[in-house]
């Protein structure tokens, strides 16, 4: 699998990577082991959990997994933070931050965060000592590089100009944010900054939630996301009559180019510009491997301003 580096950072990552979101829920550590085992062997190195999967479990499977069988050397691992509350502060305080990574490392059983995503952004916390979080974490040795989840356009730039001001390490590298011809919001205001400031976007959801692989283009399976309680309204939300006209063009592409529709929905999303990985989730090993399968897939320009055109936005 090939490789990118994050915005303008030193920062390599496969250019597919693994979330873990289901982990410790629907996925348990044998689960969990064959798929980080498929992802490894494919050459993917990129990893992203967050201490609100399963308040902590998916953390705690991930450990597992590099206690007993991969080894932690060979992985990226990008850790996202929430926004607890407590006695040492809510959101971006400094306290909770620092409480929340030394957390998510005990429950990794790791030295340290390769990327470090901060969550949200907290109007309520001086900025400055959000970033003097940061400037902690890196300068102790537990997060290289931090980066930012979910962020609007003038937040990312207002960050990344308030970190070069007073000298802030590494802030930021990065954004996470959903990212797939369903969902196309980000090229509006987001990535023009991202692009000026530098920082790569790491592309969660990139099959539209599952919906872009067409597994719903004749109803419901009754193994699927959109029949769990848990995700069905998370599926639901890119399941509509646009929705359904861009699932018609991806299964036509794959048609024509003899591949999968999800080849043809990564592939879209993958080689979009800013973009250094697309994160995707996977029920089983054998889903996970059709995805890292994709990675030799490259869209025709045909195609692929086919696929722009049906699925823009106004």
Known sequence: MRRRRVGTSGLEVSQIGIGTMTWGADTDVEGATAQLTTFVDAGGTLVETADGYGDGAAQEVLGEVLATTVPREDLVIAGRGTLPGGPLGDGAARGALLAGLDATLKRLGVDHLDLWQLPGFD??????????AVQVAVLAGKARYAGLVAPQGWQLATVAERARVVGNITVPISAQVEYSLLARDVEKELLPAATHHGVGLLAWAPLGRGVLTGKYAGGTPADSRAASAALASYVEARRNERSARIVQAVLTAADGLGTSPLSVALAWVRDRPGVAAAVVGARDSAQLAASTAADSV???????????DVSATT
């Not at 109007?123 to 003097?132: G, H, K, N």
């Open 298 to 308: 490259v869209l025709p320009a045909e195609i692929r301003a086919a696929l722009d």
């Open 123 to 132: 109007a309520t916390v001086p900025l400055d000592e959000t970033l003097s």
